[in-house]
């Protein structure tokens, strides 16, 4: 029981962590959360939630649907999502937010219809060597635009520039 009550503890510290930058937690039978942040014109929903061996699993689902993260800990998970939203206040400050975040949707749509594709279709191999040309150029498109911006947010590093 003293393992329960230190985990309960730990978990109103976190809950108490997020409230105290504004957001709203919404617990689902002790094991699923719903973080919702609503500041400046910025919404932004998590989902987080404990898996079998005690690890969290957080998923950003508003303004698009992105898994984001396992993490070892709650308190890992709390500052994940701080992190997250700073990066969105910061990102906001661009004239470009907007299209940004319609883009990043559409991309979200794009890897759905993947999806479809190949669980309802039988794909042939030159279909699929030519969506493999088409996810690399996408790719590089990304990698050179990233080598040609200016960096503007310092505080953590990028999970995808490795």
């Known amino acids: 029981m003293t393992i329960f009550s230190a985990?309960?503890?730990k978990h109103k510290f976190c809950i108490e962590e997020l409230r105290k930058i504004g957001a709203e937690v919404m617990e689902i039978e002790g094991i699923m959360f719903i973080v919702k942040y609503h500041k400046n014109n910025l919404n932004i929903k998590y989902l987080y939630r404990i898996n079998p061996d005690n690890t969290y699993l957080l998923e950003r689902i508003k303004p698009y649907?992105?898994?984001?993260?396992?993490?070892?800990?709650?308190e890992s998970v709390i500052t994940a999502i701080k992190n997250d939203i700073d990066?969105?206040?910061n990102a906001?400050?661009?004239?470009?937010?907007?299209?940004?975040?319609?883009?990043?949707?559409d991309l979200t749509k794009i890897v759905r219809s993947f999806e479809d594709l190949y669980l309802y279709y039988n794909i042939n191999k030159e279909d699929i060597e030519f969506l493999k040309k088409e996810v690399k150029n996408m790719a590089a498109a990304i990698l050179e635009i990233k080598d040609r911006s200016k960096r503007v947010y310092h505080k953590t590093?990028?999970?995808?520039?490795r």
């Open 7 to 9: 985990r309960l503890l």
């Open 65 to 74: 649907a992105l898994v984001l993260s396992e993490h070892p800990s709650e």
């Open 87 to 89: 990066q969105f206040n």
């Open 92 to 105: 906001r400050h661009s004239k470009n937010f907007d299209a940004f975040v319609g883009l990043d949707k």
């Open 157 to 161: 590093e990028p999970k995808s520039f």
